[in-house]
């Protein structure tokens, strides 16, 4: 699979020749969903698809994102439940080729590590289990206040985090409690990020989003 790297937008060298790591065990068959595409009320915000993102760079070549099946349907039951609150959810990512994640690695400090994944572990979001997201408002479309950007790599980006305003803290434990509710676990360093329950059902992919399908 190392050799579909090329694929996508400005992947370094290192990172365009590296593998995933080799992984033992039954796995589940890759199911991989576009969210949109079951729910069109999800809305998608994919930076990692402009230049808007701290690598400073597309590193996608579409605005898509995709979930296993499973962790898609539970996504969407959190995104219906909102609803009646007057919120829905604004996606930023979910799955991610292993590539990208070594590329990450690759590009940020040794202090800022803790807020990505390291490749030879691989992430959830390559095994399509995990989603980063937020909430917009239904009445204007417009995302909520959160007490961080999305990637804001220090400690306003902790779920935990006791600072910002009481309403941004709010959206935050509202977006968290939805999440949970239906199988969801936050990560420890970063509000956004929601890891589905089964993900250890599925192995790590680096297919690019147009050899998804193909590979199903």
Known sequence: MAMLCCAFIGLEPVAAAA???AEEG??????????????????????YATADNFVGRPV???PRAFLQKPAAEALIRVHRNLRPLGYGLLVFDGYRPWAVTQLFWDAVT?????????????SR????????????????GEPVVMPSDYDEMNEKAYPTYS??????????????KAM?????????TEWWHFDYRDWRHYRILDLPFDRLEAAQ
């Open 26 to 47: 039954p796995f589940r068959p890759p199911e991989l969903v576009e969210l949109v595409k079951l729910e069109p009320g999800i809305r998608l915000d994919v930076r």
């Open 125 to 140: 979001h390559n095994r399509g289990c995990a989603v980063d997201l937020s909430l917009y408002r239904l009445d204007t």
């Open 163 to 176: 600072g910002g305003s009481a309403k941004s803290r709010a959206m935050r434990d509202l977006l968290r």
């Open 180 to 188: 949970e509710a239906e199988g969801f676990s936050v990560y420890p």
């Open 110 to 122: 040794e202090d800022q590590r803790p807020f990505v994944a390291d490749p030879a572990q691989g």
């Open 60 to 62: 996608y070549s579409e």
């Open 19 to 21: 593998s995933p790591p």
